[in-house]
């Protein structure tokens, strides 16, 4: 079973970064200057911000590179999108197992927030990866955009 990071990586040299993970590594250095604050890598509100994190970075990657265009790209979609979903059930296991209600004041999300991006990954799984039926499609087409011919 995957688990959430515990350390964020340790600073390098801007030059070193390619452009397009520079993104990814500014919200893993801002993990790393609020981890004191939220009790380090071993709290549940550190690997809620860590899982959140890793949405937006991959939200980004999709945005603004072209991670989508070649089969190398498709094949690190599916995998960082299916670490994100592992964490995210990993994380909703420790949630449920400590009967905790997550709110947007003492978590950074509510529970309806993380059940609905963790549906959106799945979805988003499907979508590119998977053997998806034209109705399926058409009905995941039709909660995001409300237009089922955008299929």
Not at 34 to 47: A, D, Q, R, T, V
Not at 88 to 106: F, W, Y
Request: with cysteine; glycine share 4%.
């Amino acid at each position: 079973m995957t688990t959430v990071i515990e350390e964020p990586p340790a600073s390098v040299e801007p030059e070193e970064i390619p452009e397009r993970l520079r993104p990814a590594l500014m919200y893993m250095s801002l993990l790393r200057d609020f981890g004191e604050e939220i009790n380090g890598p071993k709290s549940l509100l550190y690997k809620i911000a860590t899982w959140n994190v890793l949405l937006k970075v991959l939200q980004w990657l999709e945005e603004n590179t072209p991670i989508m265009d070649s089969e190398e790209g498709l094949s690190t979609h599916r995998d960082l999108t299916e670490i994100v979903i592992s964490l995210g059930i990993t994380l909703q296991r420790e949630v449920s197992a400590k009967n905790v209600v997550l709110c947007k004041s003492d978590h950074g999300t509510t529970s309806e927030e993380f059940h609905a991006n963790l549906a959106w990954l799945r979805d988003k799984l499907s979508m590119w990866h998977g053997d998806v039926t034209p109705k399926r499609k058409a009905a995941v087409f039709e909660s995001l955009f409300g237009d089922a011919s955008a299929a």
